[in-house]
């Protein structure tokens, strides 16, 4: 006797369903992912359009700038700004740029690498001048019409990093006996092997949790904003990538992170290395960018077309597995 296989009246999915049902997937795939991108500046559309499709494990991204940069759409990732040094923590065009943000963007960083030179990309702030302006121009933006979640300084992952933290809150401290420098979350760099990583992090959770003021279960989640293994070859940064990755997801205070490579391997500058890049030279996935991105992409793999109905076409063609997921599930 041969089964009757065919859709019965009210099995046959309609395309809200469908559209539903990918739409969960997606969202259930992305919900709990804390991953990033340090957004160096890349001109290939296809590329970011691979980065921001609907099923990107990524759901934020930084330009160590206030305002968000042209090439990347922001509809599916969070843009978190950036106030880099003292003019723009006192600039009222700062102030334009972050109010004309949209309304996912909730979270601030502040002062990158004060301890670093400008020829680095630091800002080179000394701790007390940092200080005086963290708290008469960023502290006002937790309680202003945003109530922006902001995080203390990012410094260099180092022992002079450590060194001018110190020195910074107890400046703090010294201006404000009450409530010092507060800050909603931290900013980290590592730039190194996984062990060093590691213990980075240990460090900076001792300085401001289990040494802090904060009392029991007001720790404060680190954010690690650049990360990356330089001047390595690809196999290494692999490898040290393969550690890293669960070991951050599994780490209930670090609670976002941003791998600093989000670039072709040709545009990669001298310091770094090609080794962290995450798409080689004509646009693919790199062997490390098919591991960041996660399920579903595979090295060697590309955006598609340019502008609109390229990335129209890319998400069209990723959701096409869930959607016929959802199709089955739905018939049988």
Same mark, same amino acid.
């Given at each position: 006797?041969?089964?009757?296989?065919?859709?019965?009246?009210?099995?046959?999915?309609?395309?809200?369903?469908?559209?539903?049902?990918?739409?969960?997937?997606?969202?259930?795939?992305?919900?709990?992912?804390?991953?990033?991108?340090?957004?160096?500046?890349?001109?290939?559309?296809?590329?970011?359009?691979?980065?921001?499709?609907?099923?990107?494990?990524?759901?934020?991204?930084?330009?160590?700038? $206030?305002?968000?940069?042209?090439?990347?759409?922001?509809?599916?990732?969070?843009?978190?700004?950036?106030?880099?040094?003292?003019?723009?923590?006192? !600039?009222?065009?700062?102030?334009?740029?972050?109010?004309?943000?949209?309304?996912?963007?909730?979270?601030?960083?502040?002062?990158?690498?004060?301890?670093?030179?400008?020829?680095?990309?630091?800002?080179?702030?000394? $701790?007390?001048?940092?200080?005086? !302006?963290?708290?008469?121009?960023?502290?006002?933006?937790?309680?202003?019409?945003?109530?922006?979640?902001?995080?203390? $300084?990012?410094?260099?992952?180092?022992?002079?990093?450590?060194?001018?933290?110190?020195?910074?809150?107890?400046?703090?401290?010294?201006?404000?006996?009450?409530?010092?420098?507060?800050?909603?979350?931290?900013?980290?760099?590592?730039?190194?092997?996984?062990?060093?990583?590691?213990?980075?992090?240990?460090?900076?959770?001792?300085?401001?949790?289990?040494?802090?003021?904060?009392?029991?279960?007001?720790?404060?989640?680190?954010?690690?904003?650049?990360?990356?293994?330089?001047?390595?070859?690809?196999?290494?940064?692999?490898?040290?990538?393969?550690?890293?990755?669960?070991?951050?997801?599994?780490?209930?205070?670090?609670?976002?992170?941003?791998?600093?490579?989000?670039?072709?391997?040709?545009?990669?500058?001298?310091?770094?290395?090609?080794?962290?890049?995450?798409?080689?030279?004509?646009?693919?996935?790199?062997?490390?960018?098919?591991?960041?991105?996660?399920?579903?992409?595979?090295?060697?793999?590309?955006?598609?077309?340019?502008?609109?109905?390229?990335?129209?076409?890319?998400?069209?063609?990723?959701?096409?597995?869930?959607?016929?997921?959802?199709?089955?599930?739905?018939?049988?």
């Amino acid at each position: 006797m041969t089964r009757d296989t065919r859709p019965r009246r009210g099995q046959i999915p309609t395309l809200l369903t469908i559209l539903t049902t990918s739409t969960l997937l997606t969202l259930s795939a992305t919900q709990n992912s804390k991953r990033g991108i340090a957004y160096v500046g890349n001109p290939h559309v296809p590329d970011n359009a691979l980065l921001t499709s609907t099923n990107t494990p990524l759901i934020w991204y930084y330009n160590w700038a $206030p305002s968000p940069p042209r090439e990347v759409p922001s509809a599916n990732l969070e843009f978190v700004p950036l106030i880099h040094g003292l003019d723009e923590a006192s !600039s009222e065009s700062t102030g334009r740029q972050l109010s004309n943000l949209p309304d996912s963007s909730r979270h601030l960083l502040s002062f990158n690498e004060p301890d670093g030179t400008t020829n680095s990309g630091g800002s080179s702030i000394s $701790p007390e001048d940092a200080a005086q !302006s963290y708290i008469e121009h960023i502290v006002p933006m937790r309680n202003g019409n945003r109530a922006w979640k902001i995080s203390q $300084p990012s410094v260099t992952g180092s022992g002079n990093g450590l060194d001018w933290l110190r020195r910074f809150n107890e400046s703090c401290y010294e201006l404000d006996a009450e409530n010092g420098c507060p800050a909603d979350f931290i900013a980290a760099h590592w730039y190194g092997a996984f062990d060093g990583l590691a213990s980075w992090l240990g460090t900076l959770d001792e300085f401001y949790n289990t040494n802090g003021s904060r009392g029991e279960g007001e720790g404060m989640k680190i954010w690690v904003t650049e990360l990356a293994l330089p001047q390595q070859d690809a196999q290494v940064t692999v490898q040290m990538m393969n550690l890293t990755l669960p070991y951050l997801d599994q780490l209930d205070y670090v609670e976002r992170y941003a791998w600093f490579g989000a670039f072709r391997a040709d545009d990669a500058n001298e310091w770094t290395g090609d080794g962290v890049a995450l798409f080689d030279d004509d646009g693919g996935l790199t062997e490390l960018g098919a591991l960041y991105m996660g399920d579903g992409f595979s090295e060697g793999q590309k955006g598609e077309g340019e502008g609109a109905a390229g990335q129209l076409l890319a998400n069209w063609r990723m959701m096409l597995p869930p959607l016929l997921t959802a199709v089955w599930f739905s018939i049988y």
